[in-house]
């Protein structure tokens, strides 16, 4: 079945460095979404793309979706430690029905002051 | 989020005892999701629903059972719970084709 993979498991950052996450998928993708959660939390919706090649902008935040529809990115700039968490990629369910996901495992970042 | 709500938020259970965990919406959203986290596994889709008394089964299915007998309610029941189902359980709600909205989650630990 389809698979979503993300690297790195983990990320270690000094403050103020970059830090980019990598999404995988076995097979094209219509869309992908990416989702942010907090140590202890739940997981936060925060971009879909759709277009292949598509590139979103969020403050310091940069979404990428391949020109194939297989893979993406999330690039952050000067890392903060509001940014701490794990960020997940997510690609349409292919088990069945129309809306369910496919969650990769998650890059937990982790930020050094 | 403000619109969903899992409850318990917290549950102790023995070893082959049914369990119900619930969620709540007031978006009025057709899609709801019950999804399990497990260190090294990540969000696994357990079954979802897109309509009253319509669902369908996800990833990790075996052993869990939903209803859904209100546009606002989506029920999943652990038949006879076992070790194996302790995790953390997210509800989700969507409209079709967008993003998720996550519940603050029910940590469930059989014992």
């Known amino acids: 079945g389809q698979q979503v993979m993300q690297i790195p498991q983990y990320q270690h950052v000094q403050e103020g460095e970059d830090f980019t996450t990598y999404c995988n998928s076995s097979?094209?993708?219509?869309?992908i979404q990416w989702y942010k959660q907090r140590p202890g939390g739940h997981p936060v919706f925060l971009i879909q793309l759709v277009k292949s090649g598509e590139v979103k902008k969020q403050k310091r935040l940069t979404f990428q979706f391949g020109e194939a529809k297989k893979n993406s990115s999330l690039h952050i700039t000067a890392t903060q430690t509001t940014d701490v968490g794990t960020y997940f990629c997510?690609?349409?369910?292919?088990?069945?029905?129309?809306?369910?996901?496919?969650f990769g495992k998650g890059t937990h970042l982790i930020i050094q002051p | 989020d403000a619109g969903i709500t899992q409850s318990p938020r917290h549950k102790v259970t023995e070893t082959g005892t049914p369990v119900t965990l619930r969620c709540h919406q007031t978006?009025?959203?057709?899609?709801m999701y019950w999804y399990r986290q497990d260190p090294g596994h990540g969000l696994r889709l357990i079954h979802y629903s897109y309509g009253v008394k319509d669902t369908d089964k996800g990833e990790v299915s075996d052993g869990y059972s939903v209803s859904r007998s209100k546009t606002e309610d989506f029920l999943l029941t652990l038949e006879s719970a076992t070790s194996s189902q302790t995790s953390v359980y997210f509800c989700a709600i969507s409209p079709r084709f967008y993003g998720y909205t996550f519940g603050s989650g029910t940590r469930l630990t059989v014992v």
């Open positions: 978006e009025n959203h057709r899609y």
């Open positions: 997510a690609g349409p369910y292919s088990g069945g029905g129309a809306d369910g996901l496919t």
């Open positions: 097979t094209t993708l219509s869309n």
